[in-house]
């Protein structure tokens, strides 16, 4: 593995728009070994030039904080983009045509591996049946999971490599799709779990994101992916990897180098895959989806992390799998004192289904909602997924981002790649354009959340924000002119008054061209330049 390339001491970057609360009309920006130096003008600028190492002309470009990704999954992103998804695959017919083309150009993989169907966006709704999957790979070891990742179909021949487990046709969910993934994922190899990886995160830092949350565990990934990992971060040039181990037993967690188990530590499942729990049955099935933890159970986990110094957090989706995990938080506050677990800054994940009482107790608890709005922009409206599932009137109420930043919940906005894409740009439109008006944020809001608000989320206030002392993690982007939101309005109208002295986003309105990520550096190193610039 290469080192780290070291970067010039001290930088200039000039004659563009730099986005800092230090100065709104910043134009100008010094990094010194790693840290914002100094923001300010243009004509101030010029008192640098002659001690730096290195002078960058902006020409008009754009700097932001770079972006943080709560929430990914890595090496099943990078499998994602070098392999087989079908997240565009408009029917049952075209994916079965792509399978069998993967498997033709894949013949000394062992297992062939691939995601991304939705059966509820195909003619017919269904999926496709073991019979068909085993022609069209002619015979082969094949994992597809579904979109949500919580459900999978699979060919006989992998299911013939589980001694003794036998599965009905039809998606697999719950402990019997845990256990077909362990199988798939652990026909890879090495090297194409470290492919994946590098891959994954050098897709990340060209789209001007610095950090990402991975969040892995037993039944996600396994131990040597997530060490992995971690290691590979430490020691080549990219994203900065901040691990979540899902698994209750919290020294494993710290011995692996956590900073929290936490993550998708399953309290249910997707609504996707009917396995997300609710309080009344879904509209299209006759069940109330899977419970893995109880209250109880989140409450132990909460006790044994506050008292070890981690945090503890929780993948919950459904109605009651978020009460459960507020319950179990507030017994835990009982037991050792709502100062620690506020302290704790403890994490759900998803929380997509919340009431006004559960916003509540997200505030009261200092819990942070660590959400993907690119959820609603895919599965939002009244004719997407969330309303086959729920119907209308439940459908509207999911994922609403304005409630929870008016009871003072901190938000950390990330994709859950490769549910949905990393595109951070694309994430801050969805939930500033939210297909459920009074859930909409301001641009601004939602640039905080998916900045500042993943530093937040693991206990870092001094970072994400381009302020003297803070990390040089930054992104230069080619965009359009700069708008400012009205402050009465969360969309509709933009400001371009300088009077406001809040610093310009690109316009993010829908159909409009998103930044284009010209350069990204973390920690004042360069991790990626796009070519030619």
């Given amino acids: 593995m290469s080192e780290r390339t070291p970067e010039p001491a001290t930088v200039l970057l000039r004659r563009g728009e730099v986005h800092s609360p230090a100065d709104p009309f910043a134009t100008a920006m010094v990094v010194e070994r790693g840290q914002v130096a100094w923001v300010g003008s243009e004509g101030a600028a010029d ?109 006989t021949a992998l299911l013939d490599m589980v001694p003794g487990f036998d599965a009905p046709d039809g998606p697999l969910t719950a402990d019997a799709h845990h256990t077909v993934r362990a199988t798939a994922l652990a026909a890879i190899t090495p090297e194409q779990r470290v492919g994946a990886q590098r891959t994954a995160l050098a897709h990340a830092a060209s789209l001007g994101v610095g950090s990402v949350h991975e969040c892995a565990g037993p039944d996600i990934s396994s131990e040597d992916d997530f060490t992995g990992l971690l290691r590979l971060a430490a020691e080549e040039p990219g994203p900065r990897v901040v691990g979540y181990w899902a698994e209750q037993d919290v020294a494993k967690a710290r011995d692996l180098g956590a900073v929290g188990a936490a993550g998708d530590l399953f309290v249910d499942g997707a609504l996707g895959s009917h396995t997300a729990c609710l309080h009344q049955p879904y509209a299209d099935a006759g069940h109330t989806g ?75 608890l200092g819990l942070t909602a660590s959400v993907q709005p690119a959820f609603d922009a895919l599965w939002g409206g009244e004719e997407g997924m969330y309303a086959q599932r729920l119907g209308v009137e439940r459908a509207r109420a999911l994922n609403p981002f304005a409630a929870l930043l008016r009871a003072g919940v901190p938000l950390a906005f990330g994709s859950d790649s490769p549910v949905t894409p990393v595109d951070p740009w694309g994430t801050v439109r969805a939930a500033a354009f939210h297909r459920t008006a009074e859930h909409r944020v301001s641009a601004r809001a939602a640039f905080t959340a998916h900045t500042r608000g993943g530093w937040r989320a693991v206990g870092r206030d001094d970072a994400g924000v381009l302020v003297p002392g803070a990390p040089a993690d930054y992104a230069v982007w080619r965009t359009d002119a700069l708008v400012v939101q009205a402050p009465d309005d969360r969309v509709a109208r933009w400001s371009t008054d300088p009077r406001s002295g809040t610093p310009g986003l690109p316009d993010l309105t829908p159909g409009g061209d998103l930044p284009v990520c010209l350069r990204t550096v973390v920690g004042g190193r360069t991790v990626f330049v796009r070519p030619g610039e």
């Fill in 290 to 364: 899977i419970a893995y933890l109880d209250a109880e159970a989140v409450a132990a986990h909460v006790v044994a992390c506050t008292e070890a110094g981690l945090q503890a957090g929780f993948h919950a989706i459904g109605d009651a799998a978020v009460t459960a995990v507020v319950e179990g938080v507030r017994a835990a506050a009982e037991k050792v004192g709502l100062a620690r677990v506020r302290a704790a800054r403890h994490r759900v994940e998803h929380a997509e289904m919340l009431t006004p009482e559960t916003i509540a107790a997200f505030a009261e």
């Fill in 47 to 155: 008192a640098f030039a002659d001690g730096v190492d290195e002078v960058v002309d902006l020409d008009g470009a754009l700097v932001t904080p770079a972006f943080t990704d709560a929430h990914v999954h890595t090496t099943a992103t990078g499998l994602a983009l070098t392999g087989l998804d079908l997240s565009d695959a408009p029917s049952l017919e075209t994916a079965l045509s792509l399978v069998r083309d993967f498997a033709a150009t894949r013949p000394a993989d062992r297992v062939l591996l691939g995601h991304g169907w939705d059966a509820a966006r195909w003619p017919g709704g269904r999926p496709p049946t073991r019979a068909e999957l085993d022609a069209a790979t002619g015979g082969r070891p094949l994992y597809l999971s579904r979109i949500d990742v919580h459900s999978a179909v699979v060919t």
